[in-house]
Structures are given as C-alpha cells and as structure tokens.
C-alpha cells in the first residue's frame, strides 16, 4: 500500500472580496437597477490548485511576486482557510476530523515566515516566543521547561543564555533562528518556509539554508518552500512547482525543471537566471507586468505575455497533462 502525502490539496481556491457596509450595498443594488454593474473587486489569488507532499520531500514553489504563492503557503499551514477545495493529512480531511486529531494536524504543520522582524512579537522575551506554544498545547511538563527551551534554541543555533532578550536585541539572521526554533518547539513533521532566507544577508542565507537541511535530517522533516529564488531551489528542492497568477502551470523533479522546461513561463524565468558560464548573453525580462488578479485574463492566464499564444489560449484554460514520467505541465503546445 503505497503511504498517503503528509499534506494534499484537492481543488484548492481562495478568493478575497470587500465587507460592504448598509450604505454600500444600498448603492450597489441601485447601481444594478440602473444599469449599471458594480465592478469587480474579489480577488482571486488562488485558483483550484492539487497537490501533493509526500514524507521527506522538499518541494520549491516559484513564482513573480503576487502570483498567489504565500497564500497557498498560508492555507497549507492551516492560517486561512480555503474559499473551495479540500486540505488532508495524511490522507484525512482536516475539516472533518474530531476536534483533537484536527489540533494535533495543525500542529504538525508550522510556517516559518519572510520578515524576521514583523513575525516576533517585539513585547514578549525569547523564552516566551519560543516556549508558549508547547507549554499551552502541554507538549512539557512545566518542571522540564527550561530544559526543552534550551534544546530548542541549540538546535535553531542560538545560545540559551539569550532567552531573556527581546527581539530588538538580535540580527536578522539570529530573527529568523528564533522563528525556527519557534515552530520545531511544538515538534511538527512538515514546514511552510515562505520567503525565508529572502530579507537576509546572502552570507546569513546560507547558514540558515544549511541549517534546513541539517534540521531535515536529523528531524525527518518535510518542506514546502516557497522563494522566487530559482538557485535557492535548485540547491534545495527535490520536486518543483510552478505558480503563476494563482495556478500551478508545471509541475516535476527538480533537475527536469531546470534542465527540460516544458511551460513557456518556465521557460522565460530559467532564461533570466544569471549564469557564469553565460555571462555575455543578453537578458531579456518576461514581456508585461503580471495582470491583476481582480480580472484574470480568459483561457491561459499567461497567454497575454506568451510569445508562442495561438487564438485558442486567449478562450480555453489548458488541462493539466503529463508530458513526461513525473512532469506535469499546463500548456495546449502539448497537444500536438
């Protein structure tokens, strides 16, 4: 019996829209009746995205920015709910599990966040950011707190002897240290890593890269993440997503991304990525700005900006088709 991924998503979308007062909604109805339709203003930032994580793996999800990928992150740590679709772990429905099982899943799923500064509480010391979550869910007895705390610390790369200091005390990279041990306090199996090297110096990125893998072996751990760094992912990755305005356009092992793109958007963003042994070939950045996700555009969302859109990607949104063993890619160029 083949093992169920740690983490699935089914048909996963997430919509955001505007809270309309009395009065607004008074004008939007008289609007109509007038003739004249409300514009628009639901946000699509997610749109029926599958996928799969299975035990161990680490899969980078890549992306422009605004193209919805820290919202999937989001919703695969359990932050925010999905508008449709469905979430399991390991093979169960979150939204359908006893109250119980559903806290120890999301538990089980921690995200370590982009900005070192804005995601530690500024008025709490380090013992209390570290150790609340695992003293509230009575993951430690209270007589083997200080214990554990210090565990915690040397295994994220801190010095015990610095909990009693605030956030404002530390660097970036010591930040972000202690928004890992953070989430390893509560012992998760699987991390939402959203940016997480990306406001740190490139010296300070490597350590913390270092640092993930270190962590995964020694804890088993699984990854989802998340960077608009191709390099970081091709170091890190064994599996590679492709996002673009709220879907996955390609999907497949790492070294085929990187050596046998098949989406043109793939395509143009591994055509961009700076090489020493290409240092004389002119770049050329993706033509347009990625559209608003208020109005997609029809059919493929890239099609505005591919250089090879025929008349029938501007109508029909391509299927997701596999075009190799393991190699998953949205695009009607497949379908000759």
């Known amino acids: 019996m083949t093992e169920a991924p740690i983490i699935e998503m089914r048909g996963i979308s997430k919509r955001f829209g505007p809270t309309y007062d009395a009065a607004a909604r008074v004008t939007r109805a008289l609007s109509r009746r007038f003739g004249n339709e409300p514009r628009n203003e639901t946000v699509r930032a997610v749109d029926n995205v599958s996928l799969s994580v299975f035990r161990g793996e680490v899969v980078g999800l890549v992306g422009e920015s605004g193209c919805g990928k820290s919202t999937l992150g989001r919703m695969v740590a359990g932050i925010m709910p999905p508008t449709e679709g469905q979430v399991f772990f390991k093979g169960k429905d979150i939204t359908t599990l006893p109250t119980d099982q559903a806290k120890d899943a999301k538990l089980k799923v921690q995200m370590i966040f982009q900005d070192p500064y804005a995601s530690l ?70 991390l939402v890593c959203d940016e997480a090297v990306a406001a740190l110096d490139v010296s ?63 395509q143009a963003l591994l ?44 109508i029909e949104a391509p299927a997701f088709k596999e075009v190799a063993p393991g190699h998953g890619s949205a695009c009607h160029l497949n379908d000759g």
């Open 204 to 266: 300070i990125q490597a350590q913390i890269l270092n640092l993930f893998m270190d962590l995964r072996r020694e804890l088993d751990l699984t990854y989802l993440f998340i960077s608009h760094d191709l390099g970081v992912v091709e170091h890190l990755s064994d599996r590679v997503l492709i996002m673009y305005l709220g879907r996955i356009v390609e999907s497949a092992r790492a070294e085929d991304v990187f050596s046998r793109p098949n989406h043109p958007y793939t």
């Open 121 to 190: 509480n500024p008025r709490l010391r380090v013992d209390e950011i570290v150790g609340e979550a695992p003293r509230v869910h009575g993951l430690i007895p209270n007589n083997d707190f200080d214990g554990y705390l210090d565990a915690q610390m040397r295994r994220a790369g801190l010095d015990p002897a610095f909990k009693r200091r605030y956030p404002h005390q530390f660097s970036g990279g010591q930040r972000q240290r202690i928004g890992i041990a953070r989430a390893l306090a509560v012992q998760p199996e699987f």
């Open 271 to 314: 055509s961009e990525v700076p090489r020493i042994d290409a240092r004389k070939r002119h770049f050329t950045a993706i033509k347009g700005e990625i559209p608003s996700p208020i109005a997609p555009p029809s059919g493929c969302h890239f099609h505005p900006r591919c250089p090879h859109a025929m008349p029938r990607c501007a």
